[in-house]
């Protein structure tokens, strides 16, 4: 939704710019949202770095499977919030612990 500076509701579509980090900021995707609505599935964008021994070219182990991590709007550029599931919040906060994030990206 648009929200005017006139305090109107804008009957406008975003095109909203993404960019998203897979257990490291070495691994990033970007690309755009330009519809009403997308849904992305958690195990779509883990499968980036846990699913495939050759992501990104190295190997990764079942401990890196079970603790990697996604963030998205890395360092807060986009003007938005997201909404992690239960899976991605946890392992979020395990990076987030580990200090495997910016500040930027701990707050």
């Known amino acids: 939704t648009q929200f005017l500076s006139s305090g109107s509701v804008g ?4 095109i909203v710019p993404i960019t998203l980090s897979c ?3 070495d691994n990033r995707m970007s690309f755009l949202f330009d519809k009403q609505h ?4 958690s195990s779509e964008l883990l499968r980036l770095t846990s699913g495939n021994p050759n992501v990104f070219g190295k190997c990764v182990s079942e401990h890196e499977k079970r603790s990697s991590w996604l963030k998205v709007n890395i360092e807060q550029t986009g003007f938005y919030r997201v ?4 899976e991605l919040s946890s392992r979020l906060r395990i990076a987030i612990e580990a200090k495997c994030l910016t500040a930027t990206d701990r707050f």
Not at 38 to 41: D, E, L
Not at 83 to 86: E, M, R, S
């Open 11 to 14: 009957g406008g579509q975003w």
């Open 83 to 86: 909404k992690y599931d239960d």
């Open 23 to 25: 257990g490291s900021y």
């Open 38 to 41: 997308k849904v992305v599935s």
